[in-house]
């Protein structure tokens, strides 16, 4: 079992920056895959970025290419999600996602991900 804490949301102004960090305990003893989700009021559970175990390979939604940046310390077993260049429309619970080697052609999809965290409120003020 893996346990995963985020932290880091708060309320930020637009076009300011936010990072957020997702650490990782429990049964950890391989690198696992990692990605972060995002959901607003009554909406799904969305896509925003993903990395490999190895940290290696990245994968970004289309509305965050550019401006979101994800990252890890395996040293330390957090994830990190630098956000720049926020828009109102980022605003959402933000969600650390954690599985034990997910499939390439799925990193998108919540269901790809065992392990979630309690996940961390993001509002942007326009």
């Not at 933000?94 to 965290?117: E, I, K, P, Q, V």
Request: glycine share 12%; aromatic share 12%.
């Amino acid at each position: 079992q893996v346990q995963l804490v985020e932290s880091g949301g708060r309320l930020v102004q637009a076009g300011g920056s936010l990072r957020l960090s997702c650490v990782a305990s429990g049964r950890t003893g391989k690198n696992i895959d990692m990605g972060w989700f995002r959901q607003g009021p009554g909406k799904e559970r969305d896509f925003v970025a993903a990395i490999t175990g190895d940290g290696s390979t990245t994968f970004y939604a289309d509305s965050v290419k550019g401006r979101f940046t994800i990252s890890r310390d395996n040293a330390k077993n957090t994830v990190y999600l630098q956000m720049n260049s926020l828009k109102p429309e980022d605003t959402a619970v933000y969600y650390c996602a954690a599985d034990h080697g997910f499939l390439f052609s799925t990193y998108d999809r919540a269901r790809s991900y065992n392990y979630w965290g309690q996940g961390t409120q993001v509002t942007v003020s326009s």
